[in-house]
Nanobody, 122 residues
Framework: QVQLVESGGGLVQAGGSLRLSCTAS????????VGWFRQAPGKEREFVAS????????YYADSLKGRFTISRDNAKNTGYLQMNNLEPEDTAVYYC???????????????WGQGTQVTVSS
């Protein structure tokens, strides 16, 4: 069982940046793909970005390309989501997930963190 803990959320002004971290409890984290999802109030959870277990492949929701960057450091059992030029529409709870499949759908991921709140003020 892999436990994931997100950190790095907070309140930021529009145009600002945040880096989210996702730290895993088990070394097996390095064998899983990592995905980031977000859920805004009253909306369904949506895909943000995903990265392969080795970090060699990544893809993003079309609307976020160019502003968000996903990465990982397997030596630290940690995944990252760098978010730049944030907009009020980015306000949501951000979740990291780990799973065997490199996918953009939530059900493909076996392990989930508790989420971290990101609030972007205008």
């Amino acid at each position: 069982q892999v436990q994931l803990v997100e950190s790095g959320g907070g309140l930021v002004q529009a145009g600002g940046s945040l880096r989210l971290s996702c730290t895993a409890s088990e070394r097996t984290f390095s064998t899983y793909a990592v995905g980031w999802f977000r859920q805004a109030p009253g909306k369904e959870r949506e895909f943000v970005a995903s990265i392969t277990w080795h970090g060699g492949g990544a893809y993003y929701a079309d609307s976020l390309k160019g502003r968000f960057t996903i990465s990982r450091d397997n030596a630290k059992n940690t995944g990252y989501l760098q978010m730049n030029n944030l907009e009020p529409e980015d306000t949501a709870v951000y979740y990291c997930a780990a799973g065997s499949a490199w996918a953009d759908t939530a059900y493909e991921y076996e392990y989930w963190g508790q989420g971290t709140q990101v609030t972007v003020s205008s």
